[in-house]
């Protein structure tokens, strides 16, 4: 896979050794800096699990090794119960004490 700005990839240990643990990766550019053949420095932003981009870096992967992430959860889907039923709704907070609406 050659990766394009705008990408968002699943870098796991098919890409490099480094990435034991897999992140997402959204790619700001693709270097082109010289290198080893089938390899690439990428520029771009780690996410994590809901999509939200956590740290900017620059990575250097095998490019065949680099598969296209699935899409994010979906936050309506995320909170639902393993039922499929919604989630409970927030506590309610609690209002003021009997002492603040008295005014002392």
Known sequence: MRPRSGDV???????SVQFVTPIRFR?????DWPTYD???WLDGYQLNAAGD???RRSIF??????????????PA????????????PPRPRPG?????????
């Open 27 to 31: 790619v700001i550019r693709v270097r």
């Open 77 to 88: 889907v995320a909170g639902a119960s393993p039922a499929g039923q919604p989630a409970r």
């Open 53 to 55: 981009a956590t740290e």
């Open 61 to 74: 992967v095998r490019a065949a090794g680099l598969r296209p992430a699935g899409p994010p959860p979906d």
């Open 9 to 15: 990839l699943e870098v796991t240990r098919h890409a």
């Open 38 to 40: 089938g390899w690439v």
């Open 96 to 104: 003021p004490s009997p002492r603040q609406r008295s005014g002392r």
